[in-house]
C-alpha cells in the first residue's frame, strides 16, 4: 500500500550518526500529490471506524495528524514532550534503549469512551508509541489504532504493541 511513495523519501546515510539511515519524509511533504497521497491512504485505512480524535505525537506526528483529523472528521490533539502544554497535563515516563523519556499530553483532551487513532511518521522500536497508547487509555480513550507513514520492520516496534491496529504505509527491512 502506497509503496509509490518510498520514491519521495529521502535516504540519509550516517545520520544522526555514523552507521544508522535516516528516512527523511521533507521531501515527501514539500509534494503536493504525494502528501495528499499519503493523508488519503491514512485515512482509508480508517474510514467508517468513528475516529472521534486523532492525536499526534510530537513533532512529526503534528505533521500529519491534523490533516488526518480534517479527512476523518476528527478532532486533533497533541502528544507533546514535557513543559509544552499550558493546561493541566497527564504524563508518562517510558524507557528508551539508553535512558528514559516523558510525554504529556492535556488532561482534558481526551474523554472516557472516545475513539483515538494515534499518528506519527516513523515507527522504529514502538516505545514512544506503546507511551501514547498508555497515556491515551489512561484518560479513558480507546485507542483504535496506531498509523505511521514509515516502519522499519527490522525494530521491534509492532511487537511492542500487541492488540492494536498498527498500519504503516511504507516498510524497511534495513
Do not use: C, W
Not at 68 to 79: H, Q, S
Amino acid at each position: 500500500m502506497g509503496n509509490e511513495l518510498k520514491a519521495f523519501i529521502r535516504e540519509v546515510p550516517d545520520y544522526p550518526k555514523p552507521g544508522i539511515l535516516f528516512y527523511d519524509i521533507t521531501t515527501l511533504l514539500k509534494q503536493p500529490r504525494p502528501f495528499a497521497r499519503t493523508v488519503d491512504l491514512l485515512a482509508a485505512h480508517y474510514a467508517g471506524r468513528n475516529i472521534e480524535l486523532v492525536a499526534g505525537i510530537e513533532a512529526r506526528g503534528f505533521i500529519f495528524g491534523p490533516a488526518l483529523a480534517y479527512r476523518l472528521g476528527a478532532g486533533f490533539v497533541p502528544i507533546r514532550k514535557p513543559r509544552k502544554l499550558p493546561a493541566p497535563t497527564a504524563a508518562i515516563e517510558y524507557s528508551l534503549e539508553y535512558g528514559t523519556d516523558t510525554l504529556e499530553i492535556h488532561r482534558d483532551a481526551v474523554h472516557p469512551g472516545q475513539r483515538v487513532l494515534i499518528v506519527d511518521d516513523l515507527i522504529a522500536t514502538g516505545g514512544t508509541a506503546a507511551a501514547s497508547a498508555r497515556l491515551v487509555e489512561e484518560l479513558g480513550g480507546k485507542v483504535e489504532g496506531l498509523a505511521f507513514i514509515v516502519e522499519l520492520t527490522f525494530l521491534p516496534g509492532r511487537r511492542q504493541l500487541p492488540g492494536y491496529d498498527v498500519m504503516s504505509l511504507l516498510q524497511y527491512d534495513k
